[in-house]
């Protein structure tokens, strides 16, 4: 998704392995040590997390770091990860990415959402990104994705739609949950479980794309051979995508009374 028209809308440790593209998937391939060891963790499935409940059907995407990424949801799809290193979140496992960190899902029907469709996570920016840049957080190309702006604010993308919130995400080393949601009538961007901008659109969410999905950066090329721009530089945890709209992101973002009703609407 290397062209997204803005449109004004109405108001550390160790690193992290998966298993290689289009390679069995039958159990982690373990992490790697500081010196080079990979650490066997047998053959089970991906052991459920607060994060990831492999039994809600519309949960398409969840990886929560906690061990080798991989996809928790039921729909399990390998991830490729390069230079994904271990941080903290609060006590929790999260990554830490470089402009060099890559990570990609395989182009999968299950991710190929028309009509409601949500998406989260936790994200520390490093830094904002330079003039007429911006960190991608997700991307599923020419199909939806959330990025960072120059100015410091998230980008909720649809297609060749999109909407920026108009409330800044500070640097100031703490995580900050960030969410959008889509339901065929509204595109909701939120900072820390508040609705921070709204914008009518009914459009349906195009699914031709078909180079995958990648985290923390842009994606393009071939499924078999992604490119990948404008890499988001930080903190990261928690990355969930839902092919349905009724999001709690008040909960998600661990919080209680939150604002949910549209500004300026």
């Not at 100015?151 to 909720?156: A, E, K, P, Q, T």
């Not at 900050?176 to 339901?183: I, K, S």
């Not at 078909?210 to 490119?227: E, F, K």
Request: aromatic letters at 6%; a negative charge; charged letters at 20%.
């Amino acid at each position: 998704m290397r062209t997204a028209w803005l449109i004004l809308l109405a108001s550390t440790g160790c690193t992290f392995v998966s298993p290689p593209e289009g390679g069995d998937t039958g159990g982690d391939p373990g992490a790697v040590d500081d010196d080079g060891t990979v650490v066997e963790p047998g053959h089970e499935e991906p052991a459920a997390s607060a994060a990831c409940d492999r039994t809600d059907p519309a949960l398409r995407l969840c990886v929560d770091f906690d061990g080798p990424v991989a996809d928790r949801s039921a729909s399990g799809g390998a991830i490729a990860a390069v230079g994904v290193t271990a941080m903290q979140r609060d006590g929790e496992p999260a990554a830490m990415l470089s402009a060099a960190s890559t990570m990609h899902v395989r182009e999968s029907t299950a991710l190929d959402i028309k009509d409601g469709l949500a998406l989260d996570m936790w994200i520390r920016p490093s830094s904002y990104p330079a003039l007429g840049s911006r960190y991608w957080m997700l991307d599923n190309n020419q199909q939806y994705g959330a990025s960072f702006t120059e100015l410091g604010v998230v980008r909720c993308v649809l297609g060749s739609a999109s909407l920026d919130g108009n409330t800044v995400v500070p640097i100031d080393g703490k995580f900050h949950h960030v969410a959008c949601t889509y339901d065929r009538a509204r595109l909701k961007v939120y900072v820390d479980g508040d609705v921070v901008r709204c914008g009518g659109l009914t459009a349906q969410i195009p699914t031709t794309g078909t180079s995958g999905l990648a985290i923390g950066a842009n994606v393009s090329g071939s499924d078999a051979d992604p490119d990948y721009y404008d890499a988001f530089v930080g903190g990261i945890d928690d990355v969930r995508v839902w092919a349905r709209a009724d999001l709690d992101v008040c909960a998600a973002a661990g919080r209680t009374g939150c604002q949910t009703a549209c500004p300026l609407l």
